[in-house]
């Protein structure tokens, strides 16, 4: 095998699995933080009487967020790497601690953001006699913080691999940017369904959907005591965060086959991915069909 050949291969799968794992954190961040979709259901509670300890920083959709966040770091990280080779370091070293540095600073700056916003929205609910609960802040603030740095070093580091590894002509920030957006992308269209659907309204039938009079009416208590924002990911991590790690992972590791396999040019990825759409929707059906013809139809689709 030639070397070229086998650095791509390398690259491709270490590509597919730092996209992977970043997938399963940013969704449990945004769900740390009752960002994205399900904020708005967090807000509304306390306007019909229900009281919440949940965080909500909400700073910004999820896409410009994330794609801030990782810009940040990964500029950061790409200043720091080059005056680290000045000082004798390896590329590789230096790439991975100026990497770590970047996605620190950005932690802090997405925990200062969070607390200002985590304090004004709630206070501004004070005429719904919403109080404002410092546990509620403190206790998930450093858990945030810490999802926040490792979704920004892992996309960081992806950009890293795209730029050197797998020849993309682009700078690694201009990368960054990018991978954040479709990241966060993908994770408010997909892993927040489980968040907001399933985990606060769980009071409510399973698959009946939100409904208009329902959204505010979000569940209050969990497992032991009050729900907060930092049982919300255990939950989510189970489902959402896999969906969207799967997305994302699977777009990264589909499209690095592109220069592996030349068959198609650059359509190579698209006609991967179409074929595992086709192959996913055929067994979606079929295992949908199953169920029904297994365990009868929905509740409410009796005559249907």
């Known amino acids: ?20 794992i970043a997938g399963i954190i940013e969704d449990a961040e945004s769900d740390a933080g009752s960002s994205s979709n399900p904020n708005s259901q967090v807000q509304l509670a306390p306007q019909i009487g229900h009281i919440i300890t949940y965080y909500d920083k909400a700073i910004a959709g999820e896409p410009p967020q994330n794609g801030l966040w990782a810009a940040g770091a990964c500029t950061i990280a790409l200043l720091l790497s080059w005056r680290f080779a000045d000082l004798g370091m390896g590329q590789y ?37 919403q109080p404002l609960y410092w546990h509620a802040l403190l206790t998930p603030l450093p858990y945030s913080m810490g999802l926040c740095f490792l979704t920004a070093l892992l996309l960081t580091l992806l950009s890293f691999v795209a730029s050197g590894i797998l020849g993309n002509s682009f700078a690694p920030p201009l990368i960054a940017l990018f991978m954040g957006i479709t ?21 409510l039938p399973f698959g009946s ?27 989510c991590m189970r489902f959402g965060g896999t969906i969207t790690a799967l997305a994302f992972g699977l777009l990264i590791f589909l499209d690095g086959w592109s220069r592996l396999f030349t068959f198609a040019g650059p359509w190579t990825s698209i006609i991967l991915e179409a074929v595992i759409v086709a192959i996913l929707f055929i067994f979606l059906n079929r295992l949908e069909k199953y169920t029904r013809d297994s365990y ?4 409410g689709q009796e005559d249907a």
């Open 1 to 20: 095998m030639e070397p070229v050949t086998l650095t791509l291969m390398i690259g491709v799968g270490l590509a597919g699995a730092i996209a992977f």
């Open 93 to 129: 070293y230096a790439i991975f601690f100026a990497a770590v540095a970047g996605a620190a600073v950005i932690a802090l700056i997405q925990g200062c953001l969070g607390i200002f916003a985590h304090i004004s929205r709630i206070t501004s609910m004070a005429a719904f006699k």
């Open 183 to 203: 990241l966060g992308s993908i994770a408010s269209g997909t892993g927040d369904i489980h968040y907001g659907a399933e985990r606060l309204y769980q009071h």
């Open 209 to 235: 959907g939100i409904a208009i009079s329902n959204q505010g009416d979000i569940d209050l208590k969990g497992e032991y005591g009050f729900r907060n924002s930092v049982d919300t990911p255990y939950f």
């Open 296 to 299: 009868g139809p929905y509740p």
